[in-house]
């Protein structure tokens, strides 16, 4: 009986959608014993594998069919939107903006009752005094979410920044230590140098601007202890230096001057010897000071 009434479903559907919105008709469902659903094609544009269902049921032997409900509903290959998902899950970070508002749930895990309010006016007094005045505070679960996420985030031990740090917060004066069960591992950079200054950073993560670093500050080619600078060479001629010199000068006062005297050419040597101490102090200067000519003194 529930299944014949096709002609009274398909009246109820067009009445509902217009008489060229209903198309062939596709199946009929059984409710249960006193009701049935009969499912028919929409033919409204963008609604591909809709169809529009008709409930029809009856109250038993010797009653009429009535129609009990029409609503338009997505078939197997119906092309339907994606699952919704509430606001407050979809919510991330970065996703508040100056001026909204993102209020937490009551019963959200990450917070728990900061202290059971008591009727006593003067321990409520005292508990706002010694700090427990905040409705709610950070559950164990809240504890562990934000210790997770610090940890892997950008000021954790993995990232890139700590894996090349010469050495970690942990042993850095701008470490500032956090109160709470959370200090155990994570503190404040305050160090206005470096990208972590004012966030939570793990005490393994690390960066260059250590309080301790140390830079060699040298010369990027390594120089020798002593440098001589032998441009500048004061060159003193020693008596040593003038008896070798002089057989040189004899030859060329004998060339200059033909002596013939032993004990002129000496005295012309020793006036020649002189004149040549220039010469050889020429030839001396440029050498290395490691090998100077015998008898100068450098
Ligand atoms: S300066 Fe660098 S090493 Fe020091 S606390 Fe800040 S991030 Fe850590």
């Known amino acids: 009986m529930l299944a014949a009434a096709v002609d009274l479903a398909r009246a109820a559907a067009q009445l509902e959608a217009g008489a060229d919105r209903v198309g062939a008709h596709v199946a009929v469902q059984a409710e249960d014993e006193a009701a049935a659903t009969h499912l028919f094609e929409a033919g409204h544009p963008g609604y591909q594998g809709w169809n529009w269902a008709v409930t029809v049921a009856f109250a038993g032997p010797g009653t009429q069919v009535t129609v009990s409900e029409v609503v338009l509903l997505p078939g197997a290959d119906a092309l339907v939107g994606p699952e919704w998902v509430p606001w407050n899950e979809r919510v991330r970070a970065g996703d508040l903006g100056v001026g909204d508002l993102m209020p937490t749930s009551p019963d959200d895990l990450r917070l728990v009752p900061g202290y059971l309010e008591s009727d006593d006016p003067a321990i409520e007094a005292v508990a706002n005094e010694i700090g427990l005045g905040r409705v709610r505070v950070l559950s164990r679960e809240g504890?562990?979410?934000?210790?997770?996420?610090?940890?892997?985030?950008?000021?954790?031990?993995?990232?890139?920044?700590?894996?090349?740090?010469?050495?970690?917060?942990?042993?850095?004066?701008?470490?500032?230590?956090i109160a709470g069960s959370l200090g155990a591992a994570f503190g404040i950079c305050a160090n206005e140098l470096t990208p972590a200054d004012g966030h939570v950073v793990h005490v393994d993560y690390g960066c260059g601007a250590h309080s301790e670093v140390e830079v060699d500050a040298g010369p990027a080619v390594p120089v020798a202890d002593l440098v001589y600078d032998d441009a500048l060479l004061d060159v003193e001629v020693t008596p040593q230096t003038r008896?070798?010199?002089?057989?040189?000068?004899?030859?060329?006062?004998?060339?200059?001057?033909?002596?013939?005297?032993?004990?002129?050419?000496?005295?012309?040597?020793?006036?020649?010897?002189?004149?040549?101490?220039?010469?050889?102090?020429?030839?001396?200067?440029?050498?290395?000071?490691?090998?100077?000519?015998?008898?100068?003194?450098?």
Request: proline share 7%; glycine share 8%; with cysteine.
């Open 243 to 298: 008896r070798e010199a002089v057989p040189q000068a004899a030859t060329s006062a004998e060339d200059a001057a033909s002596s013939e005297d032993a004990a002129s050419s000496e005295a012309a040597g020793q006036e020649s010897a002189e004149a040549v101490a220039p010469e050889l102090s020429e030839a001396v200067a440029p050498e290395s000071t490691e090998e100077a000519a015998p008898g100068v003194e450098l």
């Open 143 to 177: 504890r562990l979410d934000a210790a997770d996420r610090w940890h892997g985030g950008d000021f954790g031990p993995r990232s890139e920044m700590a894996r090349s740090a010469p050495a970690t917060c942990g042993t850095c004066g701008f470490y500032t230590q």
